[in-house]
């Protein structure tokens, strides 16, 4: 049941990703970063000190984690997927997002020394050979900032995005695991400080700043902000924290793999993209991958196991 729930946290949060889309349309990428991520620290912290205000009383190192958590998770990974989401269909974006496991495999290899046997191999190279049909589609707005061979600038700032995103989980569970610092403080306090990295980066570059926001567009920014932050910062940030104490980064990111699916019905949905066909049959071949890499780890003993009998 409770994979279930990690399908279920990832259904949801593939809708940022058309979420995210519609929000470009009213303000340039750092602003929308800065804004979701202060906002959602706002709503946090306040929280938390008013329920646990120790909590929020950080050692130098733990101090140093949070800053480097607020700059690969919040900053780096949000400035790279919206300015890549501007010229992606948002279920393309969602779907090299799902480079995750191969990131997380690495990291989780040299920070955790988690082995990689010849069945997790085999799974992570079917679900490279996944990929490789949707890599190779363009839309005319990417084949315009094409970098080399079929890989526009668009798809390595998702894919850079991807990276930095994965090793902010493994950062995330460092310091869950070893500093003893919570998912809810560990997220309010990187959210905040990546916020601010964000808004200074706007202020600097972006035209219109330090509110590069039209009037006439305010509301529906508004709107797109508190969905984006409340689906995504609040819910699902704090859900995979919870998570990472179960199972491993590796296994969380390949669950990741069903995000596609999810992302290509909302982008139908409130986008009116048409549901590419390719992105459903990469989509089924990187799940192949996904099931032989969760046998694999759950037979090394990386998952934990529930009491209850698994239901297959």
Do not use: D
Not at 18 to 29: R, V
Not at 197 to 226: D, Q, R, W
């Amino acid at each position: 049941m409770s994979v279930f729930f990690v399908a279920l946290m990832y259904a949801a949060w593939s809708s940022v990703f058309s979420l995210g889309k519609l929000a470009l349309q009213h303000s340039p990428p750092l602003f929308l970063t800065a804004s979701r991520m202060l906002f959602a620290a706002v709503l946090i912290l306040s929280f938390l000190l008013i329920t646990k205000r120790s909590s929020l009383k950080l050692s130098l190192r733990q101090f140093t984690s949070v800053l480097l958590l607020a700059f690969f998770s919040i900053y780096l990974t949000n400035t790279l997927e919206f300015w890549g989401l501007q010229y992606l269909s948002a279920a393309k974006t969602c779907f090299i997002y799902s480079l995750s496991p191969f990131f997380a495999a690495l990291f989780s290899y040299i920070h955790f020394h988690e082995k990689m046997n010849p069945r997790k191999w085999l799974g992570l190279s079917i679900g490279f050979v996944g990929f490789i049909p949707v890599l190779f589609t363009q839309t005319g707005s990417e084949e315009l900032l094409n970098a080399f061979s079929f890989f526009s600038w668009p798809t390595l700032a998702i894919m850079g995005a991807a990276l930095s995103s994965v090793y902010g989980w493994v950062l995330l569970r460092l310091m869950v695991k070893e500093q003893e610092i919570t998912p809810l403080v560990a997220n309010g306090t990187s959210m905040l400080f990546g916020g601010l990295f964000a808004l200074i980066h706007s202020y600097l570059i972006e035209p219109g700043a330090p509110f590069p926001i039209a009037p006439l567009h305010l509301t529906s920014f508004i709107k797109g902000v508190v969905l984006i932050t409340v689906i995504s910062n609040l819910i699902c940030y704090n859900l995979y924290g919870m998570f990472l104490k179960k199972y491993t980064a590796t296994f969380l990111s390949f669950v990741g793999l069903l995000s596609p699916i999810f992302a290509s019905l909302n982008a139908w949905i409130f986008l009116g993209e048409t549901p590419s066909w390719i992105i459903f049959v990469s989509t089924s071949i990187v799940c192949i991958g996904l099931w032989i890499v969760y046998r694999a780890e759950l037979k090394q003993g990386y998952i934990i196991s529930s009491k209850a009998p698994a239901s297959n």
